[in-house]
């Protein structure tokens, strides 16, 4: 049977604030296979964000567990937990998070040095992979010398540097104009039809169908997943 690369099984995540509990998931399972695309979806406060980073092992379930590549992420110490994630996921945020004193170049590289990949490797890599996302002539530009599109690619090609299985992106186009939106959706869909999964929060429809599957929340609850078959 096949295995499937990420999985939440009866994940729950309660913040304590003060005198209140807050239930942000409840009782939430759901597997994702091998080069899939799926969305998630549900109005503000629905847990979508935190959905996105129990799944990514950013953050640890209060009660449940989420499977990495079959191994439940509650059996792993935080070093095992970096190294596998840092292994399987790379993740693409809203506000680029990019270090703003670095080129172009030398944030796609980063993560490769946490890596320790020696320099030369390092840099040849992220030259190829900023060329893969048709920023090959930037290179040497810093974030404030790049557009909002353009830097969402340099984001991209920071997570595809160490080869991910799972490409997370939490509203990837919300900062940006809806040509570069749909540039950088293209751009998804091409990696997913390449075999890499992705798994993408957005609260917007039209986009949350570029996916084979919606899963749809609502008050930390899944409440129907809608599927539109292979593309």
Known sequence: MKQPILEARNVFKIYDMGKMKVNALS?????????????????????????LDIMSALLRPTKGDVFIGGKPVSKMDDNELARVRGRTIGFVFQTFNL???????????????????????????????????GLGDRTHHKPTELSGGQRQRVAIARALAVDPDVIVADEPTGNLDSVSGEQILNLLDELNKEGKTVLMVTHERDIGKRAQKIIHLKDGKIIKNEKFGRR
């Open 27 to 51: 009782d939430v399972s759901f597997k994702i296979f091998q080069g899939e695309f799926i969305s998630i979806m549900g109005p503000s406060g629905s847990g979508k964000t935190t959905l």
């Open 99 to 133: 270090i703003q004193r670095m080129t172009a170049l030398e944030n796609v590289m980063l993560p490769l040095w946490f890596q320790g990949i020696a320099m030369g490797e390092r840099e040849k890599r992220a030259r190829e992979i900023l060329e893969r996302v």
